[in-house]
C-alpha cells in the first residue's frame, strides 16, 4: 500500500473514530435515555387521549395510576396544573403556557412534555427525568474526553507513519557517523521503501567511489615511485659521468612518463568530476573512424602492425567528436601493444535499430576472464597478458569508459574463440529528446 493511500486512509480513520467518540458521548450525556422516554410517553399519550375520548376521565386516572410510580407521567392542562391526584412533580415547569417538547433545566433535570392528540382543551403528559436516569456525564469532562480519544487516536497514527521514516533516519545517522556499511532494511512496496531501496543504493555507490578513490590514490603513489627513483638514479649517474648524454636522454623519458601519468590522471578526475562538458555535435562516425585508423596504422607500422576497418556504411552520431576520438584511440592502441607483430587490429561496426557497435579485435593471447570486469578500471593490468613492457598505465581503457559511459554508452570486453580480445563500445544512435 503506497504512503499516500495510507496517509489519506488514516485521515479518514480519524474522522470515523472521532465521530464515534462524540456519538458514544452523546449516548453518555443522556440523549438516548431522552429518546427512549419521549417515545414511550408519546406511546402513553395515545393510550391516554383514546381512554380520555372514550371513557373519560376516570378511567384514565385509573390506568395512569396502575403505572409503576417510575413511569407513571403526570396529565397537566394548558396552565400546569396537574388533572391527578397523588404526588406532584418535584420540579415545575419552565414555561406556561405549557409547550410540547424537550426542557432542560439548569440543574440537570429534563422534563419531556407530549400533548394529548385530539383532546380539546389541550392536556399534556409530562415526564420528568433526573440525571441519575440520563447517565449524563457533566460537560466539563465530555471535552477533556474528547480531546483525549483525539490524542491517543492521533498518536497511534504519527507513530505508524512515521515509524519506518525513523528507522531510514537512524541508518542516516549511522553512515554520517563513518559506517558506509549501513543499510535501510525495510520491506514493502510503497514511498517509503522505494526511498531506503535508493538510499542503499546511493550508499553503495558512495561507498564505491570512495574505494575507488583510495585504491586510486595507493595506485598513483605506487606508479609515481618507479620513474620519480629512475630520475634519481639517472641524475646521479649524470653527476658522475663525463659524458651526461645517455644519462639527460633517459631523464627525459622519464619525464615523458611522467606528463602522460599526470595528464591522464587529469583527464580522468575532470571526467569522473564532470568538470569535462561534451561538447555534442552531429558527426560522421565512419569518417572519424577512417581519420583514426589511418593515423593507428601509421603509428603500427613501425612494430609491423596494421589496423583495418571493415565495411562502413554512412552513419552520423550526436556525440563529442573530440571526446570520442580520443576514446576510441585508446582502445586501437591498447590493442595495437598486444596483437603479435605481423598480425592486424580489425575495426568493425555494427548499427542496430537504435544504437552502433564499434568493436576492436586484436590477434593478442587474450585476458584471464576474471580480469575482464576490471579492464577499465584504473590502473587495471593483467599479469598473464598484458605487463608493464607493454607500456602505458592502464589509464586509456578507464578514460574510454567514463567517455562513453558519459555519453550514456556503454563499453564491454570478451575473448574471442579464434583468439584475442574483443572490445566493443556501444553508442546511442538517437540523440536523447530534450
Known amino acids: 500500500m503506497s504512503l499516500f493511500l495510507r496517509i489519506f486512509l488514516s485521515f479518514w480513520l480519524a474522522a470515523i473514530l472521532l465521530a464515534a467518540s462524540f456519538f458514544l458521548l452523546g449516548k453518555f450525556s443522556g440523549a438516548e435515555a431522552i429518546e427512549r422516554h419521549e417515545a414511550i410517553l408519546k406511546a402513553q399519550a395515545d393510550i391516554v387521549a383514546t381512554l380520555w375520548l372514550n371513557n373519560g376521565k376516570r378511567a384514565t386516572m385509573h390506568w395512569l395510576a396502575a403505572l409503576p410510580l417510575l413511569e407513571r407521567p403526570q396529565l397537566v392542562n394548558q396552565q400546569g396544573k396537574s388533572r391527578m391526584r397523588g404526588p406532584r412533580m418535584k420540579r415545575n415547569l419552565p414555561?406556561?403556557?405549557?409547550?410540547?417538547?424537550?426542557?432542560?433545566?439548569?440543574?440537570?433535570?429534563?422534563?419531556?412534555?407530549?400533548?394529548?392528540?385530539?383532546?380539546?382543551?389541550?392536556?399534556?403528559?409530562?415526564?420528568?427525568?433526573?440525571?441519575?436516569?440520563?447517565?449524563?456525564?457533566?460537560?466539563?469532562?465530555?471535552?477533556?474526553?474528547?480531546?483525549?480519544?483525539?490524542?491517543?487516536?492521533?498518536?497511534?497514527?504519527?507513530?505508524?507513519?512515521?515509524?519506518?521514516?525513523?528507522?531510514?533516519?537512524?541508518?542516516?545517522?549511522?553512515i554520517?557517523?563513518?559506517?558506509?556499511?549501513?543499510?535501510?532494511?525495510?520491506?514493502?512496496?510503497?514511498?517509503?521503501?522505494?526511498?531506503?531501496?535508493?538510499?542503499?543504493?546511493?550508499a553503495d555507490r558512495i561507498n564505491e567511489m570512495l574505494t575507488s578513490q583510495r585504491q586510486l590514490v595507493s595506485d598513483v603513489s605506487h606508479e609515481l615511485r618507479s620513474p620519480l627513483a629512475r630520475l634519481r638514479i639517472a641524475?646521479?649517474?649524470?653527476?658522475?659521468?663525463?659524458?651526461?648524454?645517455?644519462?639527460?636522454?633517459?631523464?627525459?623519458?622519464?619525464?615523458?612518463?611522467?606528463e602522460s601519468l599526470v595528464t591522464g590522471l587529469l583527464s580522468l578526475a575532470r571526467i569522473e568530476s564532470g568538470q569535462s562538458q561534451l561538447e555534442k555535435q552531429?558527426?560522421?562516425?565512419?569518417?572519424?573512424?577512417?581519420?583514426?585508423?589511418?593515423?593507428?596504422?601509421?603509428?603500427?607500422?613501425?612494430?609491423?602492425?596494421?589496423?583495418?576497418?571493415?565495411?562502413?556504411?554512412?552513419?552520423?552520431?550526436?556525440?563529442?567528436?573530440?571526446?570520442?576520438?580520443?576514446?576510441?584511440?585508446?582502445?586501437?592502441?591498447?590493442?595495437?601493444?598486444?596483437?603479435?607483430?605481423?598480425?592486424?587490429?580489425?575495426?568493425?561496426?555494427?548499427?542496430?535499430?537504435?544504437?552502433?557497435n564499434i568493436s576492436v579485435d586484436d590477434q593478442g593471447e587474450g585476458v584471464p576472464p576474471q580480469a575482464l570486469v576490471r579492464l577499465f578500471e584504473p590502473f587495471a593490468r593483467v599479469a598473464e597478458a598484458r605487463d608493464r613492457l607493454s607500456g602505458g598505465y592502464g589509464l586509456g581503457l578507464a578514460i574510454t569508459g567514463k567517455v562513453i559511459q558519459a555519453h550514456n554508452g556503454k563499453v564491454t570486453a570478451e575473448n574471442r574463440k579464434e583468439g584475442g580480445l574483443r572490445v566493443t563500445l556501444s553508442l546511442p544512435l538517437n540523440p536523447p529528446e530534450l
Not at 98 to 127: S, W, Y
Not at 176 to 202: C, H, I, P, Y
Open 95 to 174: 414555561l406556561k403556557p405549557v409547550q410540547p417538547g424537550i426542557h432542560r433545566n439548569k440543574n440537570g433535570h429534563v422534563m419531556i412534555v407530549v400533548t394529548l392528540p385530539e383532546v380539546t382543551p389541550a392536556l399534556f403528559l409530562v415526564r420528568q427525568l433526573g440525571p441519575q436516569q440520563l447517565h449524563r456525564m457533566p460537560m466539563i469532562y465530555l471535552l477533556p474526553l474528547a480531546l483525549i480519544i483525539i490524542s491517543l487516536v492521533s498518536y497511534f497514527l504519527a507513530s505508524v507513519l512515521t515509524k519506518r521514516i525513523r528507522q531510514l533516519r537512524s541508518t542516516v545517522q549511522v
Open 176 to 202: 554520517a557517523d563513518g559506517d558506509l556499511s549501513a543499510r535501510v532494511t525495510l520491506k514493502g512496496t510503497d514511498e517509503v521503501s522505494a526511498l531506503a531501496t535508493d538510499f542503499n543504493r546511493m
Open 235 to 258: 641524475l646521479e649517474l649524470a653527476e658522475r659521468a663525463d659524458n651526461p648524454v645517455t644519462s639527460l636522454q633517459r631523464i627525459e623519458k622519464e619525464a615523458d612518463e611522467l
Open 282 to 356: 552531429t558527426l560522421s562516425l565512419c569518417e572519424l573512424l577512417k581519420l583514426i585508423v589511418e593515423d593507428a596504422n601509421f603509428e603500427g607500422q613501425a612494430m609491423q602492425r596494421q589496423v583495418e576497418l571493415m565495411h562502413c556504411d554512412s552513419i552520423t552520431l550526436f556525440a563529442d567528436p573530440v571526446m570520442l576520438r580520443s576514446a576510441i584511440e585508446n582502445v586501437i592502441r591498447n590493442a595495437l601493444h598486444y596483437t603479435p607483430p605481423d598480425s592486424q587490429v580489425l575495426v568493425s561496426v555494427l548499427q542496430t535499430q537504435n544504437s552502433v
